[in-house]
């Protein structure tokens, strides 16, 4: 019976890791087109998928792009909405979150499934009376505007993933503070926030990688091309490109995609921890 069941554990791990290498070929094939774009030269571009891999690859596209000082500037933008942004909604969660853990009070596990629920709800809902509320604020136009959007787009996952990481601190440490005279602000901000680091750099990246990839709130809330982050910069490009061009465009994509992809592979376990280190202690 045990050897029927090991063999069965065996096959179902063959399955799961079939399924994933589906998965991955499924999702890395269009990068990898992207990719072969962007080392084309002009001429290779006509070839289409008559060539998956050029004939005389070229980093000319890449120097290109990265020698305009426009584009420079909308990855500037696009860092630094994207960091205000995971900033603001990092700020916002760390109090409630620290409630969430510490405190017990009526109606918190339906505060708390409100909150994430929040996180369910597409901008495509709220762009309208978005849009004329920061109007209404004198609002449009700026960094605020869509700051202030990033930070409450990004809140509702933080405070949850920051939940966990606060349950999985000891109280004892906090007791033992006020014990010896400490406030309870003084304590989160002293004690349970320096042990938090881990989980607070978790919330932070996830919100600056979701916000990198935003485009319909910037694309709304800042008209002028200087204001731009890249991800509005690249689909305006893309409306006026021609064949021609299309391998600039290609460098471009994957110039703006390749910071968020190596900043959560090279931090992927410390992401992963932070998100099931309330389970484990549990």
């Known amino acids: 019976m045990s050897r029927l069941r090991m063999t069965g554990d065996r096959w179902g791990d063959v399955a799961t890791y079939l399924l994933l290498g589906v ?5 890395a094939l269009p990068f990898a087109w992207l990719l072969s774009l962007a080392v084309r030269t002009p001429a290779e571009v006509y070839l289409g998928a008559a060539r ?3 004939q005389a690859p070229t980093l000319d596209n890449f120097a290109l792009i990265l020698s305009d000082p426009a584009f420079l500037t909308y990855l500037w933008n696009g860092l630094k909405l994207s960091a205000a942004g995971a900033t603001l909604a990092v700020l916002l969660a760390i109090p409630a979150a620290y409630a969430a853990s510490r405190l017990d009070f009526k109606g918190k596990n339906a505060i708390l499934v409100g909150i994430l629920a929040v996180q369910m709800i597409s901008p495509l809902v709220i762009l309208v009376p978005l849009y004329r509320w920061m109007v209404a604020l004198d609002l449009l136009n700026r960094d605020l505007s869509v700051i202030a ?3 409450a787009l990004g809140m509702p996952l933080a405070v949850w993933l920051l939940k966990v990481t606060f349950d999985a601190i000891p109280k004892d440490l906090e007791e033992a503070a006020a014990i010896d005279g400490a406030s309870r602000l003084t304590t989160l901000l002293r004690i349970t926030l320096p042990l938090a680091r881990p989980g607070i750099a978790s919330a932070f990246i996830l919100a600056m990688v979701t916000n990198w990839s935003q485009f319909l709130i910037p694309f709304i809330l800042l008209e002028r091309d200087g204001d731009w982050p890249i991800s509005v910069a690249i689909f305006n490009f893309a409306g006026s490109t021609s064949a021609s061009t299309t391998q600039v465009l290609a460098a471009a994509c994957i110039v703006a995609v390749l910071p968020a ?4 592979v090279a931090l992927q376990r410390m992401i992963v921890s932070a998100l099931v280190v309330g389970a484990v202690k549990g």
Do not use: E, K, S
């Open 23 to 27: 998965l991955g070929v499924f999702f």
């Open 52 to 54: 998956f891999i050029p």
């Open 261 to 264: 992809v190596a900043v959560f």
């Open 149 to 151: 959007v990033y930070g």
